[in-house]
């Protein structure tokens, strides 16, 4: 990799946004890709941060509607809606032998950037963390955490390794994990139904899991039959435990695009589960139902 790395961020909302900043206070060179008056606001001012982790604080970054220039790395991190259309930011020609790193909700994602990108370059990442773009170059990061697991069957090793340890550097907890299918499957798993219950009946997570324990608790059993079927672990048990000690006011971010009246990644995430369910012959009414209900809302 070049000195000082160059790092490209496709989409500087909440999770971008922060990796951006989080890079740029450590001396990286940052480029994020958006859309001219975004990328305005960004060359003007950089981007803050508020975080009780991170402190607050102020990072400069380069800004521009495309990728003219090679770099080591591209965070992708748009939402899943946005996908096709942000990947013109980011022309192949451009890219060269740049790591591709989705951290997108949902599976299917991979399989996309690598008819367009080099296969042998594309990195999907999973990353837990509660971090929200309330202005352009503005981030509220709230989790007192930021992991980042980095795949990649066919990446050389080397480059996923130094990746994770500019991550770290950086002040994110990222580490190389061996199994593609598993980690994205792992994150899938805990998302789905949390984010299918949350939204389709307009209530926080405490609510949720009381009021309607046992459509979780089906949720859950489904995702992880899914997920089995796929050829990822899943432990139905600690991701029931792990709902349970969440805030009860926790929303999932499907549930904050739809107050917000945001487009949902209902296809990213239910439609995924409902087709891979589908290619195994898992049933799975529960989910079934539920993504109908929300499809029929107009989501």
């Known amino acids: ?21 989080l890079l740029s206070r450590s001396g990286h060179r940052v480029i994020c890709l958006a859309r001219e008056d975004t990328a305005g606001t960004l060359r003007r001012t950089g981007i803050t941060v508020r975080s009780p982790r991170f402190g607050t604080f102020t990072a400069p970054v380069d800004a521009d509607t495309e990728l003219r220039e090679p770099v080591d790395a591209c965070l992708v991190t748009v939402k899943h809606t946005a996908l096709d259309a942000a990947l013109t930011r980011v022309p192949p020609a451009a890219l060269g032998d ?19 990108y080099r296969p042998d370059r594309v990195a999907p990442a999973v990353i837990r963390v509660e971090s929200t773009r309330t202005a352009p170059g503005v981030i509220e990061h709230g989790s007192p955490f930021a992991e980042i697991d980095l795949a990649g069957n066919a990446v050389p090793r080397p480059r996923l390794d130094a990746l994770a340890d500019r991550l770290t550097a950086a002040g994110a907890t990222a580490r ?31 609510e949720a899991r009381t009021r309607h324990r046992a459509e979780l608790e089906a949720l859950v059993a489904e995702t992880t039959a899914v997920s089995r079927a796929c050829g990822a672990r899943a432990d139905p048990d600690g ?29 990213a995430i239910g439609g995924a589960l409902l087709r891979a369910a589908g290619r195994h012959g898992v049933p799975v009414p529960v989910t079934a139902r539920l993504v109908g209900e929300l499809r029929a809302a107009g989501h």
Do not use: C
């Open 1 to 21: 990799m070049t000195h000082p790395p160059t790092v490209a961020v496709l989409g500087p909302g909440g999770t971008g946004g922060l990796l951006a900043a």
């Open 98 to 116: 740049a790591l591709v790193v989705p951290l997108l909700n949902g599976v299917e994602h991979p399989a996309a950037l690598r008819a367009r």
């Open 176 to 206: 190389v994990v061996g199994d593609e299918t598993a980690a994205l499957w792992a994150k899938m798993a805990f998302l789905a139904p949390f984010a299918l219950l949350t939204t389709r009946y307009g209530i926080p997570l405490g």
């Open 239 to 267: 991701a029931l435990a792990r709902y349970d000690a969440f805030p009860p006011t926790a929303k999932s971010s499907m549930q904050r695009d739809a107050e917000a009246g945001r487009p949902l990644e209902l296809d």
